[in-house]
């Protein structure tokens, strides 16, 4: 009995403990701290601008060749001659009048000396026929020469005079055929194919040597029937030939049909001497139309995706909205926006790649170089 009654005392104890505690609790409670809202940090630092008004220019676009201006075709005029010197070759520029290439002439060179001899005899011939002539004019008064020998004699002083005009032809046939051993320019120009081989017996009309004339090549541009009517002869073109530089050159004239498959018709444009450009060289070319005034933003503010152009817009709460813009011709640094943006709105242009929809941005403060605006967003990058 006596150890029942002590463990029911131990009991009562530890509860009255208990409740003594939990009220002292409860009188004296400790301080619950607040919670504080998280504070939501900008993405990055921006640089902002708005529809501007800019002077685009107007083109027409076209492809086609470079090709000669004119072409001139040098061949053999004599007829088998054996080629005995050849002094250019492709790539060459040459100036008129130019020994291009020479035949071996010992042959024109004897018929030249026979036809000279054949002259000589004609010229004694004539000499002697028309002193006979004279003297039977002489003597036709007084009797002395039948009338039909007088007749005789005028006959052969014309034939000996006929005989010398045609030795004298033949002397001239002679020396045309000398000159033509040697074959000359016909322009300053450049070579631009060569077929002369040392040695060859070449037939007359042989082609040896192709000439660009001046060295001036044009190009050839294929233009929309529907674009043709814009074109006016002088107007300036930048052509830009396969991995070269653009040129500048000018419409000459355009031709007066065109292709009944393509429906395009050629724009022939004269080039200024050029390095880099050669002749058979695909070229791209804009014709310069004139100037019209558009709504415009900086290419770096607009962003393709998936065959759309979009604006990173930011809001009046400083977030990001993405925007979907339809944009035009680009000109310079600034691209034409058609449609999709209020005068009002401001567009990202500084870090637009390094954000996206809903994102808060600080914009940057006005007077703020670009060079800091750089660094902002190159540090931005380093974070990511």
């Known amino acids: 009995m006596k150890t029942s009654h002590k463990y029911s005392l131990a009991i009562g104890l530890a509860l009255t403990s208990a409740t ?45 060749n470079l090709m000669a201006w004119q072409e001139a075709s040098i061949g053999a005029e004599a007829n088998n001659l054996r080629l005995n010197e050849v002094k250019v070759n492709v790539g060459d520029k040459v100036r008129r009048g130019q020994v291009l290439a020479s035949f071996a002439a010992a042959t024109v060179d004897a018929e030249l000396a026979q036809s000279r001899a054949t002259v000589t005899e004609a010229e004694v011939a004539l000499s002697e026929a028309a002193a006979n002539a004279e003297r039977g004019r002489m003597l036709q008064e007084t009797g002395a020469l039948a009338g039909q020998q007088i007749q005789q004699y005028a006959f052969a002083e014309r034939t000996a005079r006929a005989r010398l005009d045609a030795a004298k032809a033949a002397e001239k046939t002679q020396q045309l055929r000398l000159a033509q051993t040697r074959i000359l320019a016909p322009d300053d120009g450049v070579i631009s194919a060569r077929t002369a081989t040392v040695g060859a017996v070449v037939p007359a009309g042989q082609e040896l040597f ?21 074109l006016k002869p002088g107007q300036i073109v930048w052509v830009t030939p396969t991995g070269g530089d653009p040129i500048e050159g000018r419409l000459r004239v355009l031709a007066p049909v065109t292709d009944i498959q393509t429906r395009n018709g050629l724009a022939y444009v004269d080039l200024p001497a050029n390095e880099t450009a050669r002749a058979g060289m695909f070229a791209r070319g804009e014709f310069q139309l004139g100037n019209t005034e558009v709504m415009s933003l900086p290419q770096r503010a607009v962003q393709i995706r998936e065959g759309f152009s979009y604006v990173m817009r930011v809001g009046p709460d400083s977030r990001v909205i993405q925007t979907k813009v339809i944009s035009g011709r680009r000109s310079g640094d600034r691209i034409e926006i058609l449609a999709g943006l209020e005068a009002n709105h401001r567009v990202v242009v500084s870090g637009a790649a390094f954000i996206g929809q809903g994102d808060l941005v600080r914009v940057n403060e006005e007077g703020k170089t670009e060079r800091a605006i750089e660094l902002s967003t190159t540090g931005h990058r380093a974070a990511q």
Do not use: C, H
């Open 20 to 64: 003594l505690a939990y009220a002292l609790a409860m009188e004296n409670p400790e301080p619950v701290e607040a919670e504080v809202p998280a504070v939501v940090q900008p993405a990055l630092t921006v640089a902002t601008a708005t529809l501007q008004a800019a002077s685009f220019p107007v083109r027409v676009s076209a492809n086609g």
């Open 210 to 230: 192709r000439l660009i004339r001046g060295g001036r090549l044009e190009w050839r541009a294929e233009v929309a029937a529907a674009d043709l009517a814009k």
